[in-house]
């Protein structure tokens, strides 16, 4: 979502900027937002651990680990790449998932994993 302040901005009758009034117009839009995209990652944090419910105690290399959440999801064609980065990122960023590079690497859900000692 890009905002032009030109005309974003609510305008007082002057037609000065009314920054009480924009700023709780972007507060609210802000959390229309951020409920938006507590959803959308809800759904992909239930798929992903739907697939190492499956897969437990594996590590899945990060390809098929999206495309089988994308699968879960019923991705189209119209989707597919921002989709496909939002799955990625967010098994990137979350402290539910580790993900080991090289021989043996992928992804692992950590309750799942070994403990080393």
Do not use: W
């Amino acid at each position: 979502m890009n905002i032009d302040l030109n005309t974003y901005v609510v305008r007082s009758t002057t037609g000065s900027i009314n920054f009480d009034a924009t700023i709780a117009k972007f507060e609210a839009d802000l959390s229309t937002f951020h409920a938006a995209r507590e959803k959308e990652e809800s759904v992909i944090a239930d798929a992903l651990h739907a697939i190492f419910d499956s897969h437990q105690g594996k590590r899945i290399p990060m390809p098929f680990l999206t495309s089988e959440v994308l699968r879960m999801l019923n991705v189209q064609p119209e989707n597919f790449k921002s989709l496909s980065e939002k799955v990625q990122d967010y098994v990137r960023v979350c402290s539910d998932f580790n993900i080991g590079k090289g021989k043996g690497g992928g992804v692992g859900r950590v309750c799942d994993l070994p403990v080393k000692g």
